[in-house]
């Protein structure tokens, strides 16, 4: 399977513990994106990476959140002393970057890790 | 922040009957895409549509924009079971080599065999 993947598909935790989902894009794209989505919600843009490098963060972003993607390959987001309102899926996306195909590249989705705050 | 507002929020159809959702935004875009979601899972990217484009086909899907209205709509033609699904429109802006991609809230779409 060569699609997007992420790691782990569900995360229960206890309010106050920190954690860490992982993305595995698609080998080629260089850009990778977070986004959050709530029940009823549709995804909210996170973060997201060309390469190696954060070029864009939402205010949704607090200062517990943070990404990293330290080789341009793989990302993990890590998510520290957790709070009920984190409970979330989490979602990851990859494309490669506008002119290598076209002016705009369709973002290919993960399944999501979904969190739960207890 | 949600740029897209869908309607209906759920639609209850047929199987064979069309299905149609309505999506309205506030700004300019640079295009507008559908995205479908099952249950609990990841999205899938439909189609797309440029902001310079009114209409757009694909299989059973036909997506029109209406960049004076800020509107767009997605119509599913002959539903089948396996459409059953979320369905989300999200439209792509800015400038320069990132276009931040906003989604709505979603449709919720049911087809009963």
């Known amino acids: 399977d060569t699609g997007v993947s992420q790691n782990p598909r569900h995360k229960i935790t206890k309010r106050g513990q920190n954690v860490t989902f992982r993305c595995d894009p698609i080998s080629e794209h260089n850009r990778l994106y977070w986004y959050r989505q709530t029940l009823g919600q549709g995804p909210e843009f996170l973060t997201y990476f060309q390469n190696e490098a954060q070029l864009e963060k939402s205010r949704l972003l607090s200062d517990r959140f943070s990404a990293e993607r330290p080789k341009g390959s793989f990302s993990t987001l890590e998510i520290q002393r957790t709070e009920q309102g984190d409970s979330a899926m989490y979602l990851c996306?990859?494309?490669?970057?506008?002119?290598?195909?076209?002016?705009?590249?369709?973002?290919?989705f993960g399944p999501g890790t979904r969190l739960t705050v207890l | 922040s949600q740029q897209g507002e869908e309607d209906p929020q759920a639609l209850s159809i047929q199987e064979g009957e069309n299905a149609t959702m309505n999506c309205s935004y506030k700004t300019s875009i640079n295009n507008l895409q559908w995205y479908r979601q099952n249950s609990g899972r990841g999205l899938v990217h439909l189609i797309l549509?440029?902001?310079?484009?009114r209409e757009k086909h694909s299989g059973r899907l036909r997506v029109t924009l209406d960049t004076s209205k800020k509107s767009s709509s997605l119509l599913i033609t002959a539903s089948r079971a396996a459409d059953t699904a979320s369905y989300f429109c999200?439209?792509?802006?800015?400038?320069?080599?990132?276009?931040?991609?906003?989604f709505g809230i979603g449709t919720k779409l049911q087809v009963i065999p």
């Open positions: 996306a990859s494309s490669l970057e506008p002119g290598q195909a076209s002016s705009y590249n369709e973002q290919f």
């Open positions: 999200a439209t792509a802006a800015g400038t320069g080599g990132y276009q931040k991609v906003t």
């Open positions: 549509i440029r902001s310079n484009e």
